[in-house]
């Protein structure tokens, strides 16, 4: 089935550690996207792409970096630099070609800094 | 920021309509309203998105005021697997560049 695949579900990560969460989908989409989202909160923008090898800062870029070499995989680093890393991350996509333009999420990466 | 405002929680009995209000009073005539839920701890779940026209699909109806100032998502027979937060989000048409905003949302509570 099509979809989007976040790996992994649940990490735990030492303070001054550098982790990378996988995100890789299937449905052919141009666009991908990273999300942060704190409890009680919604959802905050990372980093996002809109075509292979180019992607832009969203509202919080700091302490994260992403990568698009592939059409269907858009990893996102959380660095050493990012202050408060634990919280909830969500990758999506979105095709430009439907006339709806949703976006279609995974199931969400829980990152929690020991 | 977020461009929409709801109330942060609603309860509504099993089976029974549920009505999501959604004030958006700086919407601008480009300008979709789009829904989305997220049931706990899963990543949100499209549900519909309108104009100005009314819509509906297999999950819910979407009635935009005739000033599209707001907005109402109706679940017509909510089920207790209708507990989540609902987003509210306008943003322009479906190949614009805007990106989307989420907000705090709606808590729906449903109870038996």
């Known amino acids: 089935d099509g979809g989007i695949t976040q790996s992994p579900k649940y990490l735990f990560r030492k303070e001054g550690q550098n982790v990378t969460l996988s995100c890789e989908q299937n449905l052919n989409h141009d666009a991908m996207y990273w999300y942060r989202q704190d409890p009680g909160q919604g959802l905050r923008l990372i980093y996002y792409s809109q075509i292979v090898n180019d992607f832009q800062k969203g509202d919080i870029a700091e302490g994260y970096s992403v990568s698009r070499e592939k059409k269907e995989s858009f990893p996102l680093t959380v660095t050493s630099a990012q202050k408060n890393p634990t919280a909830f991350y969500l990758c999506a996509s979105r095709s430009g070609q439907t006339n709806t333009g949703e976006l279609f999420f995974g199931e969400g990466s829980r990152l929690t800094v020991l | 920021d977020a461009k929409t405002t709801q109330p942060p929680s609603m309860d509504c009995a099993e089976g029974r309509a549920a009505n999501l209000p959604c004030n958006h009073s700086t919407i601008s005539g480009n300008e979709y309203v789009y829904w989305y839920r997220q049931i706990h701890s899963q990543g949100p779940q499209y549900i519909i998105h309108?104009?100005?026209n009314n819509e509906t699909n297999e999950m819910a109806s979407l009635i935009i005021t005739e000033d599209r100032k707001s907005s109402t998502l109706i679940l017509p027979h909510a089920t207790l697997r209708d507990t989540a937060v609902y987003y509210c989000?306008?943003?322009?048409?479906?190949?614009?560049?805007?990106?989307?905003?989420f907000g705090p949302g709606t808590r729906l509570s449903v109870l038996p």
């Open positions: 989000i306008v943003r322009g048409g479906p190949n614009y560049g805007q990106n989307f905003v």
């Open positions: 309108g104009l100005k």
